[in-house]
């Protein structure tokens, strides 16, 4: 589906004035975060630049996901689904890990460096121009728009940093909405501010918007569909099933999958995006029924080329996405990295620790442990507490091995808006005295020297999570400058 192009739009897009370097337009995004949960300004500023580049949100069909954990896995799952109906495909997601670049995906391929500079000088251009004091997540969304028109994507899916009513993204107008789960993720969360959440999530919907989600919380489905109601949103049925991943993803991942399918079906089928899909070799649409039995000549040529169907589909499926439960089983020990930066989170990633070690048992041997854990979190995080020492307590009655606690370096990726203030000695403290095994150190560097002489390189596994920027420092330890 070619995009249209206004005259206005092309005058505007062709072209950068002024050209700046890759790393020149890196240093400005790096130093222009301000990541706040209610900036009501941030609408206003972007709108204005969308206009001056041709109003590019309103050229691509999109697809907005919200919530708090969940939101990069059911973005992937759904780009997955779509390609597979044959439809091109962007994705803008949040945050990144090395650079930039893995922002920004069309099927699947990462934005390169000249074509990142390239638009990344026509956005700014625009800023100079108008003198809008615009934020780095302003920045990018736009670039990303930008970059799915020129790449002619048939759909943008646009993951919401926070909320979603004051996220840039919010300047489109979404066809499905869909929000994954309202969890805490600091701390200091209320109930209170857990509606606050919705009602924000909710503010990403417009009239005809569709509205699915995997939440599994009652009264949070019930505010739900009463706030997408006013908004003049269709409610659809939330997911109660898990779409079936091969083991151990479908108790990790398949309520994500499940939300992905819904929101892929929710696509292929009420939009024109029709038009685009092989309705014989589809997935997610049902060719009408035909009267009387197949012929012979339709029953050779369904044996000769069967037709995949949605559960074949997810027993093939993996998430290749950088720190959402990635193992890299060629490291010894083997390395297991998950971006989990809440309790919910958190609890998930011990889970599938636990199915893989039922699948295949980490164990230690002469005098090796066969399973390390290696945490660095934000100060504001739910990751501490009465509730997160019981969670690693209970985890380790079951699977035996030892903690590894250590500060963040919050200078590593400025987007991630993570702080250095999470108090290890304090934490250490806690799990002492529920017995567990656990040791402190200053920086990740040397958590991740001492844990990898501790961990049996055989059978064992080294765990590096509790935020974005301690996967950061792990690559960046590793002397990595970009992902693949």
């Known amino acids: 589906m070619a995009i249209p192009q206004s005259s206005t739009a092309k005058r505007n897009i062709v072209s950068a004035v002024k050209q700046r370097s890759y790393q020149e337009i890196i240093a400005y995004l790096d130093s222009h975060w301000q990541v706040k949960a209610h900036d009501e300004a941030a609408l206003a500023r972007v709108q204005k630049l969308d206009r001056k580049l041709g109003t590019v949100s309103q050229q691509i069909p999109t697809i907005i996901v919200t919530g708090t954990n969940g939101k990069s896995l059911t973005a992937h799952f759904t780009a997955k689904l779509l390609q597979a109906e044959g439809l091109t495909v962007g994705t803008f997601y949040s945050p990144h890990i090395l650079t930039y670049n893995e922002r920004f995906s069309v099927n699947h391929e990462t934005i390169q460096n000249k074509t990142f500079t390239d638009i990344g000088n ?49 300047i489109c107008k979404a066809k499905i909405v869909g929000i994954t789960r309202a969890t805490p993720e600091l701390a200091t969360t209320t109930p209170e501010e857990i509606r606050s959440f919705i009602f924000e999530c909710l503010g990403t919907v417009h009239t005809g918007t569709s509205v699915v989600s995997g939440d599994q919380v009652k ?61 014989k070799n589809s997935l997610l649409r049902k060719e009408k029924g035909k009267r009387g039995r197949p012929t012979i000549a339709e029953k050779h040529d369904a044996q000769r080329n069967p037709r995949k169907n949605i559960s074949q589909f997810w027993k093939e499926t993996i998430s290749d996405l950088p720190a959402r439960f990635q193992i890299l089983d060629k490291e010894k020990p083997s390395i297991l990295l998950d971006n989990a930066s809440n309790l919910d989170a958190f609890e998930n990633i011990l889970l599938g620790v636990r199915l893989l070690h039922y699948q295949k048992p980490l164990k230690g041997s002469n005098g090796k442990e066969g399973l390390g854990l290696i945490i660095g979190a934000s100060g504001d995080t739910t990751l501490q507490g009465e509730e997160f020492l019981r969670a690693v307590r209970y985890f380790w009655k079951k699977t035996p091995g030892k903690v590894y606690l250590c500060p963040l370096n919050p200078n590593e990726n400025p987007s991630n808006n993570e702080d250095g203030k999470w108090n290890v000695a304090e934490i250490a403290k806690g799990l002492k005295a529920h017995k567990v095994a656990v040791k402190t150190f200053d920086s990740f560097a040397a958590a991740f020297e001492d844990a990898k002489k501790d961990i049996d390189e055989r059978y064992g596994l080294l765990v590096i999570t509790g935020s974005n920027t301690v996967i950061s420092e792990y690559w960046r330890h590793k002397g990595m400058k970009k992902l693949s």
Request: glycine content about 4%.
């Open 122 to 170: 026509i956005v700014l251009d625009a800023v100079e121009s108008l003198e809008v004091e615009a934020h780095s997540q302003e920045i990018l969304t736009l670039m990303s728009l930008i970059h799915f028109k020129k790449s002619n994507a048939n759909v943008a899916i646009l993951e919401a940093r926070a909320g979603g009513i004051y996220d840039p993204v919010n």
């Open 219 to 279: 009264a949070n489905l019930q505010l739900m569909e009463e706030l997408a109601a006013q908004r003049g949103g269709q409610w659809v049925m939330p997911i109660r099933k898990l779409a079936p991943l091969a083991y151990p993803f479908e108790q990790l991942h398949g309520r994500c999958a499940a939300l992905a399918e819904r929101i892929a079906h929710l696509f292929v089928n009420n939009n024109e995006a029709q038009e685009k899909t092989d309705k």
